[in-house]
Structures are given as structure tokens and as C-alpha cells.
Antibody, heavy 116, light 108 residues
Framework: EVQLVESGGNLVQPGGSLRLSCAAS????????MTWVRQAPGKGLEWVAN????????YYVDSVKGRFTISRDNAKNSLYLQMNSLRAEDTAVYYC?????????WGQGTLVTVSS | EIVLTQSPGTLSLSPGERATLSCRAS???????LGWYQQKPGQAPRLLIY???SRATGIPDRFSGSGSGTDFTLTISRLEPEDFAVYYC?????????FGQGTKLEIK
């Protein structure tokens, strides 16, 4: 059974940093692109970033470029999102998903709240 | 960036009725790389349709997708009580892989 479990969400002050993790199981992690998607409270979905199987290609939405870094550790079957210089508008549930855009398999999400 | 505009914003229908949801792209979505998702409160999105018209595994055949280029449609032939939710389209033709703003399907 495919499982994606996010962790690391928390309350953080504006300008702060946070690292999200996504533990993957039930499939061969190295076969797939992986993606982060977020959803602000009461709002729609926003694709954030994705990363190729070997980490050699990474793409970001403009609003997070230069502040967020997506990475993966294939030995640990884990996906990460390092978030720096956080802003109030980054407040959202962050989902990891298998594939380059979203697709079938998603985690349950982890909540990031940016507030003073 | 490809902007997706969904209409209507809210659709009020009764169980048993037919629902037609629209998704229009600001530029052509190549190879019909267009998907549709259903989301219920407190849940992750669920993929219904990929490639504009292919149903994902386990999705009932009352859900169908159509369209190409810039105009896409999700049709639910006969609404069941569990179909009332928010629906999003997403293009994965050109990065960033944008979503529409959503259509809320509510019970009339």
C-alpha cells in the first residue's frame, strides 16, 4: 500500500524557517518524481515544487523561488521542503504527492502557520 | 504561467441531476495534460480524471472528462450524495503546474 506521511508543520514567526518531511513507503521511491502542493486555509490548491527521481531537476512556483528548497534522500525514501524567509501568505496545509504534478497518491498534509 | 479559470464558482444541484463543470486555460494545454480532482473537507484531493478524459483507477463511470486545447469539461452524469464536494482542474503541461480556483458543488 502506498503511504505518504508528512511531518514538520508548526507555528513559526514571519522570517523564520521550517523543514517539512515526507516519508514514503509501499512503492519504489527512486522510480518517481515527487511534488509538494499547498492549500491555504479555506482556499484552493497551489502546486509548489517538484523534484526528479535523482534530484537533478527541481522546479518551483515563482512565489517560493529563492526561499524554498525541495530535496530528497532516496536511501531514506524521504522527501523534504526547506522553507526559509517565511511569510504570512505561506500559511497552508502542505501535501506531498507522488509524481511530477500531484496525481493519485497524496499524504494527509501538515499544517504550517506563519504568525507572530 | 498557464491560468486555469473554472466555472461556475458554485453549482447547486440535486441528487440524480447532471453536473457540468468547466475549466478554461489561458493558453493551450498540450497533449491534454489536464486532470480533475475532488476534495472533501479535511481530506487530500482525489484524482478523478487524467489526460483530460481517462478515469483514474476506481473512479465510477458517472464521472467523465472531455475537451482539448483550452476548454475542458468534467461531467457527472447522475449525482450521488457523496459527489457534493469541491472540484479542481490542474494542468501539467507546463511548469508551474497550476490549478483552477475550484468549483463547489453543493446540494440544492
Amino acid at each position: 500500500e502506498v503511504q505518504l506521511v508528512e511531518s514538520g508543520g508548526n507555528l513559526v514567526q514571519p522570517g523564520g524557517s521550517l523543514r517539512l518531511s515526507c516519508a514514503a513507503s509501499g512503492f519504489t521511491f527512486t522510480y518517481y518524481w515527487m511534488t509538494w502542493v499547498r492549500q491555504a486555509p479555506g482556499k484552493g490548491l497551489e502546486w509548489v515544487a517538484n523534484i526528479k527521481q535523482d534530484g537533478s531537476e527541481k522546479y518551483y512556483v515563482d512565489s517560493v523561488k529563492g526561499r524554498f528548497t525541495i530535496s530528497r534522500d532516496n536511501a531514506k525514501n524521504s522527501l523534504y521542503l526547506q522553507m526559509n524567509s517565511l511569510r504570512a501568505e505561506d500559511t497552508a496545509v502542505y501535501y506531498c504527492a507522488r509524481g511530477s504534478y500531484g496525481g493519485v497518491y497524496w499524504g494527509q498534509g501538515t499544517l504550517v502557520t506563519v504568525s507572530s | 504561467e498557464i491560468v486555469l479559470t473554472q466555472s461556475p464558482g458554485t453549482l447547486s444541484l440535486s441528487p440524480g441531476e447532471r453536473a457540468t463543470l468547466s475549466c478554461r486555460a489561458s493558453q493551450s494545454v498540450s497533449s491534454s495534460y489536464l486532470g480533475w480532482y475532488q476534495q472533501k473537507p479535511g481530506q487530500a484531493p482525489r484524482l478523478l480524471i487524467y489526460g483530460a478524459s481517462s478515469r483514474a483507477t476506481g473512479i465510477p463511470d458517472r464521472f467523465s472528462g472531455s475537451g482539448s486545447g483550452t476548454d475542458f469539461t468534467l461531467t457527472i452524469s447522475r449525482l450521488e450524495p457523496e459527489d457534493f464536494a469541491v472540484y479542481y482542474c490542474q494542468q501539467y503541461s507546463s511548469s508551474p503546474y497550476t490549478f483552477g480556483q475550484g468549483t463547489k458543488l453543493e446540494i440544492k
